[in-house]
T-cell receptor, first 108, second 114 residues
Framework: DAKTTQPNSMESNEEEPVHLPCNHS???????IHWYRQLPSQGPEYVIH???SNVNNRMASLAIAEDRKSSTLILHRATLRDAAVYYCIGGISEKLVFGKGTKLTVNP | DAGVIQSPRHEVTEMGQEVTLRCKPI?????LFWYRQTMMRGLELLIYFNNNVPIDDSGMPEDRFSAKMPNASFSTLKIQPSEPRDSAVYFC????????????FGDGTRLSIL
């Protein structure tokens, strides 16, 4: 599994887009990039994952750099319910290795 | 659809007692995972099963910990004897066919060992 680097914390305003960066310079060619988030007092929740191409779903978009050494999770319009710790993980889904993640604060 | 169900939600017990945590995965999922989360160590994978068979238990901290999956709809994580350093939130997760399918987590069991 690839080591990932994320900022410890980020802040955003409600209804504005949020770009959460992740560096994974040691990622192998077959490792997926997974994003999970954990709201207070809850278990982690799947957000999105991808391999090479950018991915979109109802929750977020994932932009993957062409060299795959970094990626960005995009929340198009942050809401107060998006305040959580966001984890970026490089690897296979059976062995997710969670780092410290980025704590996102959303201001009203 | 019902999500992953864990019980109990909270457990407080004294050091030396046996603790059993329970998990019911999402119906049809064939992978089941046990994690532990502490402030110091974050979220760690303890063990995972595929089709009720333990595949990787390298994260299990020591012999006091054991996990079983007697059937596709039930798993237990047992600690015997428990110690204060086992205090943590324990999460169970399940997924379908493992191959980069998302894991679905339960709400966790908050365990306090006095």
């Amino acid at each position: 599994d690839a080591k990932t680097t994320q900022p410890n914390s980020m802040e955003s305003n409600e209804e504005e887009p949020v770009h959460l960066p992740c560096n994974h310079s040691t990622i192998s060619g077959t490792d997926y990039i997974h994003w999970y988030r954990q709201l207070p007092s809850q278990g982690p929740e799947y957000v999105i994952h991808g391999l090479t191409s950018n991915v979109n779903n109802r929750m977020a978009s994932l932009a993957i750099a062409e060299d795959r050494k970094s990626s960005t999770l995009i929340l198009h319009r942050a809401t107060l319910r998006d305040a959580a710790v966001y984890y970026c993980i490089g690897g296979i889904s059976e062995k997710l290795v969670f780092g410290k993640g980025t704590k996102l604060t959303v201001n009203p | 659809d019902a999500g992953v169900i864990q019980s109990p939600r909270h457990e407080v017990t004294e050091m030396g007692q046996e603790v059993t945590l329970r998990c019911k995965p999402i119906s049809g999922h064939d992978y089941l995972f046990w994690y532990r989360q502490t402030m110091m160590r974050g979220l760690e994978l303890l063990i995972y099963f595929n089709n009720n068979v333990p595949i990787d238990d390298s994260g299990m901290p020591e012999d006091r910990f054991s996990a079983k999956m007697p059937n596709a709809s039930f798993s237990t994580l047992k600690i015997q004897p428990s110690e204060p350093r086992d205090s943590a939130v324990y999460f169970c997760a399940s997924s379908f066919r493992g191959n980069n399918q998302p894991q679905h987590f339960g709400d966790g069991t908050r365990l306090s060992i006095l």
